[in-house]
């Protein structure tokens, strides 16, 4: 278990290049689920919990580490499943989201394994657990399920997508028949962006992946040539199936038809976010996950430029 301990701190410095490593962890059952080692922060025994009185009942209590209350949510339960009883013998994953730290109670951590962006497919269409899935991946011959973590955390704690009375009443000067084209594998993370930039008044596209938004942008510069005739800028996820946020922009920019669109990467993964690299694949700015007035003062300002 040090092992992984330690390969986790290691990681979490680095940003891949289409690349995705997931620490592999257990609920109640034999199932496997992942998450990205980006955002794992450390990875624990589970420590002494202290219960607090009208706490959301997924919340198993709050946990001091190195100084720091964290909430510790116990990931079956939030995903409609059993709780994990057993706590002594589990575990938490401390991850950062959203400028946020939590704690996941776990019941058992197992590996981490690399693996390709393509390699990871959105989930099978269905109910039940499979509305709280972002995507899922084999690895040797076994399922893997990434979790939807921002439409847990959202349930226990909602983000308020709501723009300042003073940023909602901004609205994009001479306004063109332009679209906001969003891509985000998370519905959630996808509906609160939308709900933050409808208050500029412009029509809004979105796409559940990087694959998929590029395929779509493709199409639209057909019709015109440009993709700017279509499209006034991407507000793009970094985390998504089939192809991630760092690809998708690599790839417009590299398109003489959509190289002139303006690429924002918004994305949860503040705590280990990359400037380099952000620059590397040319994606002209960068905002954390999710400040409604930021992202709708950036796009505004943007379109105002032109």
Not at 143 to 158: A, G, M
């Amino acid at each position: 278990m040090s092992e992984i301990m330690n390969s986790v701190n290691q990681r979490t410095q680095l940003v891949g290049q289409n690349r995705l490593e997931l620490l592999l962890f257990r609920l109640n059952g034999r199932q496997k689920f992942g998450i990205n080692v980006f955002k794992v922060r450390e990875v624990l025994q589970c420590p002494k919990l202290t219960s607090i009185p009208k706490l959301n009942s997924y919340i198993r209590g709050i946990a001091h580490i190195r100084g720091q209350t964290i909430s510790v949510i116990d990931m079956s339960m939030a995903t409609g499943g059993k709780p994990i009883h057993d706590l002594s013998s589990a575990f938490v994953v401390i991850a950062e989201y959203n400028s946020s730290v939590q704690g996941f109670l776990v019941g058992a951590v197992e590996r981490i394994i690399n693996t390709n962006w393509e390699a990871i497919m959105p989930p099978p269409k269905g109910s039940g657990r499979a509305s709280y899935l972002t995507a899922v991946t084999e690895f040797e011959k076994e399922l893997i399920e990434i979790l939807d973590v921002e439409k847990i955390l959202n349930e226990i704690s909602p983000i308020s997508t709501d723009v300042s009375e003073d940023v909602s009443s901004i609205s994009v000067e001479n306004k063109r028949e332009k679209i906001i084209f969003i891509a985000d594998d998370s519905s959630v993370a996808r509906n609160q962006v939308k709900k933050a930039l409808s208050t500029l008044g412009l029509e809004i596209e979105m796409a559940k992946n990087g694959l998929e938004a590029l395929n779509r942008l493709k199409a639209l510069a057909e019709e015109t040539g440009n993709i700017t005739d279509k499209v006034g800028i991407l507000v793009s996820d970094i985390e998504m199936p089939e192809m991630d946020g760092y690809t998708l922009t690599a790839e417009i920019k590299n398109n003489p038809a959509l190289q002139d669109l303006h690429v924002v990467l918004h994305t949860s993964l503040s705590g280990v976010f990359n400037q380099a690299m952000v620059q590397k694949v040319g994606a002209d700015d960068f905002i954390a996950k999710f400040h409604p007035d930021e992202l709708v003062t950036s796009v505004q300002k943007w379109f105002d430029s032109k």
